[in-house]
């Protein structure tokens, strides 16, 4: 392994079986548990930690599993200290159990014990394509899977995982995780076609005529924006999404370090303050950045970015500059960036950067919806879904749900909307099934 992949080793070491018990022995078991009230999916965290307290691995899976179809994904990217953990009683003393820890343990554990999985019923109750193998993907399938479905996922990409596989480091997410945790929904009887981009390579319509009962589109926002200011053709100005997803590839030997767009010793400006930035500034230290600079238009409170990557971003070097809108970037005769003409606190300057990373957001592609009749959305671009059955778009039988419907979020954020929605798949398909039987 050469030395820049070797700087993405994960950070965060896993605890030992001990140090897992122990840890799961400090919960309170309390009559009514705050930390299950801040789980977005609403994991029954108290049960899991008790069985893992006593040893039982087994059941602590089985109960997480009723829930969430990626622990060991969840466990390490979920925003802990704003969820679940943040809402332990403990925490405010400093010494909240560390939940996401002891789910990913068990979670890690199941995968290399290759424990015996459940029982599954036969897949007859209906046929689901799934559009995007991405968290709200994956939860879609993994659900009605569980219920009795024969699900299909189509993935564009040559390898399943959407973002969890692109477009989180793997400093944070190691791959092997995720491609385990792809492994464990394949287990279940879920389908994968990949290379297969729906809206130019298959369409809504033929999906529907190969006898799809119902489909779920979950491709995410595949289209990150662009800063409308003076400069902003110049080579040099590059996506985060697009930095990150080189770097991955770069660490899977597919392409080499010439393929990412940032070379070592670059002064490097990240734009924007949220999970992304921090992604992508993190990653930049690790490539090789002589420096690493966020600049944001905002304060340090109205970030959106999780506070322990933020603290872990400075603590690796990375420098803040809050209150700093850009209203120009520089160039010098080749068309290459050199810089950013800056409004700052100190009034207007002019900061010189070699590789400026954009992470200020992005929006759905609209591939699928304009190669299908009857799906409608917003005047953003987000696809417009009912509330019954819940997750269904303008056109009968197509649901949506994940970043493509409620703009980005978290990963657990898009698995809570798409287990509501694989919910509102199984009514609709039942209902439909039962009226063509009378």
Not at 320 to 329: I, N, V
Request: contains cysteine.
């Amino acid at each position: 392994m050469n030395e820049a992949k070797e700087t993405f080793r994960e950070v965060n070491e896993s605890f030992t079986i001990k140090e897992a018990i122990d840890e799961a022995k400090r919960c309170l078991n309390c009559k009514n548990p705050s930390c299950k009230k801040g789980c977005p999916i609403d994991n029954d965290i108290p049960d899991f930690i008790h069985q893992l307290s006593m040893g039982n691995m087994g059941d602590a899976m089985r109960i997480i599993n009723e829930k969430s179809n990626l622990p060991a994904i969840c466990g390490r990217v979920c925003p802990h200290e704003k969820q679940c953990q943040g809402h332990c009683v403990l925490y405010a003393k400093g010494k909240g159990i560390q939940i996401g820890k002891l789910e990913r343990f068990i979670a890690d554990f199941d995968t290399e014990m290759n424990l015996i999985r459940e029982k599954l019923p036969q897949k007859t109750r209906g046929k689901v394509a799934v559009i995007g193998s991405g968290p709200a993907g994956l939860t879609v399938a993994g659900d009605l899977a569980r219920q009795g479905f024969n699900v299909t996922i189509f993935e564009g990409q040559s390898e399943a995982g959407g973002v969890l596989m692109y477009g989180i480091p793997e400093y944070r997410l190691p791959k092997a995780v995720v491609t385990k945790e792809i492994q464990k929904i394949e287990a279940l009887g879920v389908n994968f076609i990949l290379n297969c981009l729906v809206g130019r390579d298959i369409t809504i319509d033929q999906l529907f005529q190969q006898g799809y009962d119902a489909i779920f589109i979950g491709t995410g926002t595949a289209l990150p924006k662009d800063l409308n200011v003076p400069g902003n053709t110049l080579r040099g100005i590059v996506q985060s999404s697009y930095l990150l997803h080189m770097v991955t590839i770069f660490n899977q030997n597919i392409v080499s370090r010439d393929a990412v767009p940032m070379h070592e010793g670059d002064r490097v400006a990240v734009i924007g303050c949220g999970n992304v930035a921090m992604d992508a500034a993190r990653t930049a230290v690790r490539m090789g950045a002589s420096s690493v600079t966020v600049l944001y238009h905002r304060t340090e409170a109205d970030m959106s970015a999780i506070p322990s990557e933020y603290q872990e971003a400075v603590k690796e070097g990375v420098k803040f500059m809050w209150k700093t809108s850009t209203k120009e970037f520089l160039g010098d005769g080749d068309g290459k960036v050199t810089g950013i003409r800056a409004e700052t606190p100190e009034g207007i300057q002019d900061l010189p950067f070699d590789c400026v990373l954009l992470a200020i957001g992005s929006r759905p592609a609209n591939r699928i919806v304009s190669t299908t009749t009857g799906i409608e959305v917003d005047e953003t671009g987000y696809v417009i879904v009912k509330e019954r059955p819940y997750g269904m778009t303008t056109r009968r039988g197509v649901f949506a749900g994940g970043d493509v419907v409620h703009r980005p979020h978290t990963v657990v954020l898009a698995m809570k909307a798409a287990k509501q929605v694989a919910a509102g798949i199984a009514q609709y398909v039942d209902a439909v099934k039962l009226l063509s039987i009378e």
